[in-house]
């Protein structure tokens, strides 16, 4: 993949499993806890992925994670498994770049998904094309779409409107839980916190953002309608410089091809899928940004 990816399966997409190594028999599988974050985040950082420390502590509060570490304690591999409800957002499912190509990541999904159904979760995911094929090999199946866009830079996208719109912000969490299907409060709690600049709401919907290692990453974002969507995206872009990245639902190619004539490019495709399942939860006319591949 190109760019800088936020995504959990943006540059390092799982391969089909090879006969075991000595370098997999020489690693060992664990739980992830804080006292991995560092790791963890060097690990991504690695990868030249945007997730930065809050990323992680947020995602194992939220869920729960599983690593390879070879005998020196360095962390090799992770995958992480967000509860939300009846399913679980499998994240972060990556490799050490010396490390791919030896059944890692396939080891650490077989563990998140044999967890998962244990507990009656249904597994997913947000999957690039590269990794597309070998979820679907494991029994993901496609449901809605979505693609990335980068704005470059250092600059506001609309400096005409960053006092526009600074009103407080009120979660609508009964219509989050419409769009996503599932509450995810605790989630949008701590999102508030990470960019309270770009939050914005409406009587019809609302947008968040946060921090990242390189660039701020707008979403979620989900509305009633493409015209709130619109003014909703518009004031929470005036508010905050790039780098930035969002990343927009199909069903919206109007506010797709709104950010590409104000600088954004198309980064990747992303598709959306459900571990034996052929619809995803909640209302996906309802969602206009995902909050990232990583959480939903």
């Excluded at 499998?90 to 059944?103: D, F, T, W, Y």
């Excluded at 490019?265 to 959306?272: I, K, N, S």
Aim: glycine content about 8%; overall charge positive; hydrophobic content about 40%.
């Amino acid at each position: 993949m190109t760019g800088r990816p936020t995504g959990s399966r943006a540059a390092c997409p799982i391969s089909a499993s090879r006969p075991t190594s000595r370098r997999v028999t020489a690693s060992t599988e664990h739980p992830l806890g804080p006292e991995h974050i560092a790791a963890c985040f060097a690990l991504s950082k690695s990868a030249n992925w945007n997730q930065n420390e809050a990323d992680w502590r947020l995602m194992l509060e939220l869920g729960r994670g599983w690593g390879l570490s070879l005998a020196d304690g360095t962390l090799i591999a992770t995958t992480l498994a967000l509860p939300y409800g009846s399913f679980a957002w499998i994240s972060m499912v990556l490799v050490h770049s010396a490390h791919r190509r030896l059944g890692h990541a396939s080891r650490l999904l077989r563990v998140a998904i044999g967890d998962l159904r244990a507990r009656g979760l249904t597994p997913i995911l947000d999957a690039t094309p590269a990794g597309r094929e070998v979820y679907r090999q494991a029994g993901f199946r496609d449901t809605w779409t979505f693609k990335r866009f980068l704005k470059s830079g250092i600059d506001h996208v609309l400096r005409s409107l960053a006092d526009h719109g600074k009103t407080r912000f009120v979660p609508d969490f009964a219509l989050d839980r419409e769009a996503f299907g599932a509450d995810r409060s605790r989630l949008l709690r701590a999102l508030q916190q990470r960019l309270p600049q770009a939050a914005r709401a409406q009587p019809n919907g609302f947008v968040l953002g946060r921090d990242g290692r390189e660039a701020l990453q707008i979403g979620p974002l989900v509305a009633r309608d493409e015209e709130t969507a619109m003014e909703l995206l518009r004031s929470a872009l005036a508010a905050v410089p790039a780098p930035l990245y969002v990343d927009v639902v199909d069903h919206a190619p109007k506010l797709q091809q709104w950010l590409q004539t104000h600088g954004f490019a198309f980064q990747r495709p992303f598709t959306r899928m459900v571990h034996g399942g052929e619809r995803a939860p909640g209302n996906e006319k309802l969602v206009y940004l995902v909050a990232g591949p990583e959480l939903g």
